[in-house]
């Protein structure tokens, strides 16, 4: 334990605890619970991004303690909402997304909780809210203008988003490099001309079974953007460049 603390701190937390798990972190802290080393070594543990657990899910007991060891993840994943989560994040909490780049909802978060965190990511550069009920529920601006350096976003399977809601990530997203609105039975040709006009750096385009755009529409974003459009209407897959 002496030889960990003894340790550089530039090279203890950039060139170690950065790629450990937080199971290995925990270990660590627990490891000194009543040891003569332990106030040296959460000095160590502290300010710590870690950038290893990409699909780790996020408790409410879990992010309290990262919250209180000043421990940041680069990539975050809620799986449910928890009880008072907003009360906590906004009074205790407001700085743990602030390296975060990488972020995910599963299918039970609200709304609130959604604006709330993409508001204080504000290095994020993939998102995903695929299966979301809640996503047309909410103030699409309210989402979308927290996401300007935003470069992959994940829609799959958000029924209820229509065209609203593409033109609004269209205006405040213009970086987007792949995007994924496969099973968004709603949209239209409007979504694919919005895009095609303001997110011309737009490479991968997903539209696996949006039913009601036509292959004319995709032809014009393709003459627009170096995209590769990927869909399936009554046919094969087919892939367009």
């Known amino acids: ?17 950065q ?12 490891a000194c619970t009543s040891h003569k080393w332990r106030a040296g070594m959460l000095v160590k543990l502290t300010d710590v991004i870690l950038v290893s657990d990409m699909y780790l899910s996020l408790t409410m007991p879990l992010f309290e303690w990262l919250g209180r060891r000043r421990i940041y993840l680069r990539h975050m994943r809620f799986e449910t909402a928890f009880t008072k989560f ?11 997304c ?17 604006v709330l965190i993409v508001k204080l990511c504000d290095r994020l550069q993939s998102l995903d809210l695929s299966f979301s009920s809640y996503v047309a529920s909410c103030d699409r601006e309210s989402i979308f203008q927290y996401c300007e350096g935003l470069q992959s976003l994940d829609l799959r399977h958000c029924y209820s988003i229509s065209d609203s809601t593409v033109q609004s990530l269209s205006r405040c997203c213009t970086g ?3 995007l994924d609105l496969s099973r968004c039975s709603q949209l239209t040709d409007a979504s694919i001309l919005s895009l095609s006009q303001r997110v011309t750096g737009l ?10 755009i036509t292959d004319a ?23 367009l460049m």
């Not at 334990?1 to 605890?17: V, Y």
């Not at 907003?86 to 743990?96: A, F, G, K, N, W």
């Not at 490479?203 to 009601?212: A, F, H, I, R």
């Open 176 to 178: 987007l490099q792949s």
């Open 203 to 212: 490479q991968s385009l997903n539209l696996t079974m949006c039913l009601k």
């Open 1 to 17: 334990m002496t030889s960990l603390i003894n340790l550089p701190d530039d090279f203890f937390k950039q060139q170690l605890l």
């Open 217 to 239: 529409s995709i032809a014009s974003i393709c003459s627009h953007c170096m995209v590769s459009v990927s869909y399936t209407h009554l046919r094969a897959h087919e892939t």
């Open 19 to 30: 790629y450990l798990s937080v199971r290995d972190i925990a270990g660590l802290d627990t």
């Open 98 to 114: 602030k390296h975060t780049t990488h972020l995910s909802f599963g299918m039970l978060f609200n709304s609130y909780s959604v």
């Open 86 to 96: 907003e009360r906590i994040i906004e009074h205790q909490y407001l700085d743990q």
